[in-house]
């Protein structure tokens, strides 16, 4: 009976380890990837983690400016977030009602929030030059525009950046996650079943 | 034994017993019951992530949770009979259940593992905000879906109920202090052979919660599902009231893992109050900025781990106190008294909620409507502040009130009425300091929660 049970014990134990494994990489993948823009003489990469920002819930955005020119980073540059803007077919135009930033930065006349240059996050260096707007929601899904503007020796320039935001679905992977493991349980409820039958 | 007489048994209405006879009962209290929580699944997984548009996160958090601190105070683990996860583990099991005996190490850890998973899911609210979000309680809900379902599978009755439910063991202390109570007439029950009510016959299954009626001290473990009413051939189940709290001095048998978890709900609830208050991110902050850690999320652990700890702390003190009339052993003490503070740990509980409740209920009701593409926007609340206030302040007094008679009488049960004044003496400072602390809570305004 033991001799049965243990390649079970083995098959179940390797499902859940990929289970969870598959439930961790959804959640990183979802960090990676960002876009890039010219402006003037920065070359500037735009992350945000999520990376598929969601209605109502804080995301981050993440800056590398390098100089256009060398592709050395820029530090020390003053980095505003302007406010967000919906596009034109968007009900609320040129609002920025739907967007806030709750990282308790000070704003501008304009409205706009500084960055702050990060050499690190918790115990993982950043690449020279990133630039960080921690709790960031939007509370309308739909496409955003994101004025950011940059200001250091090598001049002043705006980038614009488009950002959609979706609607909260539902989390796939965990329900798929908790799915599964009953199912597995399950499968092996009714092994056990059988057997004592 | 004339204090074990009661003149009231439930049973004897014969509408109301031919009712809890009936097949009826629990299931049309159950279909009730799983078909919102249906609807709470899927909302809160699929749903609206603004907490204050999601009708799951508001019948959850603004009507279920705050109403079953009274129904437990009212009529013991009824709940837990009805209970939706109950449905799907009785189902579950019925369809594909191995029904394995229970592992001697659930039986025998089972409620440190409550314990533990209680002080955790506490602690995760706050570090990634599960009443706040609608996803979040989506999660809960569907990992104790998945842990019913599993230990369905694999085990026979109501494992998860009985072992594993932290809100089972939450409603097991609750209702020890409440006004009802399923017994058995051990006199009957001496002359049974066949001990249906445990075992099952053609009528009902056995209990689900692995109890003998006729040894049944406590309401901890009754989810009054009726199972022994129908199945007992001998007419031995009586359903009646007593006394409120009256359960705490008449016990015999005191587990200290069940005291751990009454006394660790006082810093529980007192964190939930403090949480809630509108001085709490100007607190927190300064806990910051004093101990130098610049992150609110260790800066809330150590504090969490504080509030926790020093009920227990100060349990323990005063029973090393009150050891030299008992000549107990503290482990035995802390296990007679911990009991006690339950009246104000459920007291607590109901003010704190009692607030959502009244000035939050009706967001059930927008939220609701809000299904059918109805937008209702207006106030939420009841009645007015400063009613609920008072109300509050009613409940934390009774509760301590309570707590203190408890501690009183355990003494005077279990050590004679001379010695029990200096006995409870020690138990008696803790338990008023517990209810100033809570009362003061309440003296100050508290966030919504929608």
């Known amino acids: ?197 | 034994m004339p204090s074990n007489k009661q003149p009231i048994n439930f049973l004897n209405y014969p509408l109301l017993k031919r009712f809890l006879k009936s097949s009826l009962y629990p299931s049309i209290f159950q279909w009730i019951t799983v078909l919102v929580f249906g609807v709470i699944m899927v909302e809160t997984l699929a749903g609206p992530t603004n907490v204050g548009e999601n009708f799951g996160s508001a019948a959850t958090w603004v009507l279920w949770w705050p109403l079953i601190p009274f129904f437990f105070f009212l009529l013991g683990r009824f709940w837990c009979g009805i209970c939706p996860f109950g449905w799907v583990s009785d189902q579950t099991q019925k369809l594909f259940g191995a029904n394995l005996k229970v592992p001697n190490f659930i039986r025998k850890y089972g409620l440190w593992i409550i314990d533990i998973t209680f002080i955790l899911i506490t602690w995760s609210d706050h570090i990634w905000g599960i009443v706040e979000s609608p996803r979040g309680t989506g999660t809960l809900l569907l990992l104790i879906l998945g842990g019913v379902m599993v230990s369905a599978l694999l085990f026979e009755r109501r494992v998860w109920c009985r072992y594993l439910c932290f809100l089972g063991s939450l409603s097991g202390n609750y209702s020890r202090a409440g006004m009802l109570e399923l017994r058995a007439d051990k006199a009957k029950c001496k002359t049974c052979k066949t001990k249906d009510c445990y075992k099952g016959n053609v009528k009902s299954p056995g209990c689900p919660m692995f109890e003998f009626p006729m040894t049944m001290e406590n309401n901890a473990n009754c989810n009054l599902c009726g199972n022994c009413i129908k199945s007992c051939p001998n007419d031995s189940i009586r359903l009646t009231p007593r006394k409120p709290t009256s359960e705490f001095w008449s016990m015999t048998r005191a587990h200290f893992e069940e005291s751990f978890l009454a006394i660790v709900i006082v810093g529980i609830v007192f964190v939930q109050n403090i949480t809630m208050l509108d001085f709490y991110p100007s607190f927190l902050k300064w806990v910051e900025m004093t101990l130098g850690i610049g992150n609110e999320n260790i800066a809330f652990t150590v504090l969490f781990i504080f509030a926790m700890t020093t009920p227990v702390l100060l349990l323990f003190a005063a029973t090393a106190f009150a050891k030299r009339f008992t000549g107990e052993s503290l482990r035995n003490s802390f296990a007679r008294f911990g009991y006690a503070v339950i009246p104000l740990d459920l007291a607590s509980h109901m003010a704190h909620n009692l607030f959502h409740l009244l000035a939050e209920g009706k967001a059930t009701y927008y939220t609701f409507m809000g299904l059918f593409g109805v937008h209702i926007e207006g106030s939420t609340s009841f009645i007015a502040d400063p009613t609920i206030q008072i109300m509050q302040y009613f409940l934390v007094i009774a509760g301590t009130l309570g707590s203190l008679y408890a501690a009183y009488r355990i003494a005077k049960n279990n050590y004679g009425a001379s010695k029990a004044l200096s006995i409870a003496m020690p138990y008696l400072a803790v338990i008023l300091l517990f209810g100033i602390l809570n009362f003061l809570t309440f003296t100050v305004r508290m966030s919504m929660r929608m």
Do not use: C
């Open chain 1, 1 to 197: 009976m033991n001799n049965t049970r243990k390649p079970m014990k083995k098959i179940l134990l390797s499902l859940s380890l990929l289970l969870l494994t598959l439930a961790f990489a959804a959640n990183t993948m979802a960090a990676s990837g960002g876009l890039e823009q010219d402006a003037g003489p920065y070359h500037v990469t735009m992350q945000t983690n999520p990376e598929n920002l969601i209605v109502n819930q804080a995301g981050t955005m993440t800056m590398i400016i390098k100089n256009k020119a060398t592709g050395q980073p820029v530090t020390g540059a003053k980095v505003m977030m302007m406010p967000s803007t919906m596009d034109s077919n968007a009900s609320n135009s040129g609002s920025m009602a739907g967007m806030d930033m709750s990282s308790g930065m000070d704003k501008d006349k304009q409205g706009g929030s500084p960055m702050q240059e990060q050499s690190s996050m918790g115990s993982m260096a950043m690449d020279p030059g990133t630039y960080m707007m921690q709790g960031m929601t939007f509370n309308q899904p739909g496409q955003w525009n994101q004025a950011i503007t940059i200001t250091s020796s090598l001049g002043a320039s705006t980038v614009n950046f488009p950002i959609t935001v979706g609607k909260s679905g539902p989390n796939f992977v965990l329900i798929g996650s908790v799915a599964g493991v009953v199912v597995i349980i399950g499968m092996f409820a009714a092994f056990l079943k059988k057997k004592k039958n």
